[in-house]
C-alpha cells in the first residue's frame, strides 16, 4: 500500500540575490503577488492538497516569514473592535494556515545547495515520502501542482518531478529530462536530467521546475553527496544530482503540470507574477487594463 503523503518541506534560505537590492532587508519569500507574499501561495497549495506538516528551512533574516504565519490574536481583536471585520478575518485565516498546515521552522545547517535544506527536514520526517516546493513559484491551476504530484506518486510509489512544457530556445535555462516511456495523462517515466542543455542537445520538450515528490532513496543520495563534500570541500549539494544518481538504477517519473506557472525568482518574472495576478483581481483587473491601454496608446498620439 502506498503511503499518504503528508508532509513537505519549503527551502527559504536563499538570499534572493538576483532580485537585489529589493530582498536586501526583505526576504524574497515574502514580496507580495496579489495581496499575498509569494510564500502564502506556496502554503495554501499544500494544505489545499492535504499536507498537515510543512516544514520551512530558513537562514538568518528570515523573521519576518514567521511573523506572517503566527496567529495574532489581539491584532484580530482591536480590527474587530473597530468595525474592520473584514481586515480581522483574513487576518486571522492567515494564522490559521499555520496550523492546518502545522508549519514548523528550521535553520540550516551545512553545505551551500538546494539539497541541504532538504536532506536537514529529512531527519525529522523517517522514510515517509515528502513534497518539496520552492517558495518562489505561484502555481495558477484547477487542481493544484501539489495535488498533482501527490496523484502521479500515489500511481507510482516513485520520485516524482514537476515538469512543464517549454520552448525549445528555453532549455539552457532549465533541467531537461531524458523521457523513457509516456504513460499517457502527463505521467512521464524518464531516466535523469540534463542541466540547461542547448536547444539542438535538449534531450526532450520539457522543463523541470519547481516541484518534487522525494522517496527515502533520494534521501539516501543527498547523504552520499554531502559525506563527499566535507571530505573534499568543493561544489554544492544539488537535489537534481541526487535525483540523477537514483534514477541511474531505480525509476523516477515526471508530471506534466496541468496549469500556469509564475516564477518570481528574477525581475521580470516578479513582474510578470505580480502583474497577472492583478490583471486576474476582478476588481484591479479592469482599471489595470485601462490604464495599460491609455499608456500603449495615449490620447495625442505619442
Known amino acids: 500500500m502506498v503511503t499518504t503523503i503528508r508532509r513537505a518541506v ?75 471585520t ?46 518539496v516546493l520552492w517558495p518562489d513559484d505561484v502555481f495558477v491551476a484547477e487542481v493544484p501542482r501539489a495535488q498533482q504530484l501527490i496523484r502521479a506518486y500515489e500511481a507510482t510509489s516513485c520520485p516524482v518531478l514537476a515538469l512543464m512544457p517549454m520552448e525549445p530556445g528555453d532549455s539552457q535555462r532549465y533541467g531537461v529530462p531524458v523521457v523513457r516511456e509516456d504513460l499517457g495523462e502527463g505521467l512521464l517515466r524518464i531516466t535523469g536530467l540534463v542541466e540547461k542543455p542547448k536547444p539542438q542537445d535538449a534531450p526532450s520538450a520539457y522543463a523541470a521546475i519547481g516541484g518534487y515528490v522525494i522517496t527515502p532513496g533520494i534521501v539516501d543520495e543527498l547523504r552520499e553527496q554531502t559525506k563527499r563534500w566535507y571530505e573534499h570541500r568543493t561544489g554544492e549539494i544539488y537535489l537534481t544530482d541526487a535525483i540523477n544518481a537514483y534514477a541511474g538504477s531505480r525509476a523516477v517519473y515526471g508530471q506534466v503540470i496541468q496549469g500556469r506557472w509564475y516564477d518570481t525568482g528574477n525581475p521580470l518574472a516578479y513582474l510578470t507574477a505580480q502583474f497577472a495576478a492583478a490583471l486576474a483581481d476582478p476588481e484591479y483587473g479592469p482599471p489595470l487594463r485601462r490604464l495599460a491601454t491609455e499608456l500603449d496608446h495615449p490620447a495625442d498620439g505619442t
Open 10 to 84: 519549503i527551502p527559504a534560505a536563499g538570499l534572493g540575490s538576483r532580485l537585489l537590492p529589493l530582498t536586501k532587508a526583505t526576504p524574497k519569500e515574502m514580496l507580495p503577488v496579489g495581496d499575498k507574499p509569494v510564500i502564502e501561495h506556496t502554503v495554501r497549495e499544500l494544505v489545499a492538497s492535504g499536507i498537515t506538516d510543512i516544514t520551512i528551512v530558513v537562514s538568518g533574516g528570515k523573521g519576518l516569514i514567521q511573523d506572517h504565519f503566527r496567529p495574532n490574536p489581539a491584532l484580530v481583536a482591536q480590527l474587530r473592535a473597530d468595525g474592520k
Open 86 to 131: 473584514a481586515y480581522a478575518d483574513a487576518v486571522e485565516e492567515v494564522g490559521e494556515l499555520s496550523r492546518l498546515g502545522h508549519i514548523t521552522y528550521l535553520d540550516q545547517h551545512g553545505p551551500y545547495g538546494n539539497g541541504t535544506p532538504v536532506l536537514n527536514a529529512a531527519r525529522n520526517f523517517g522514510d515517509e515520502p515528502m513534497l
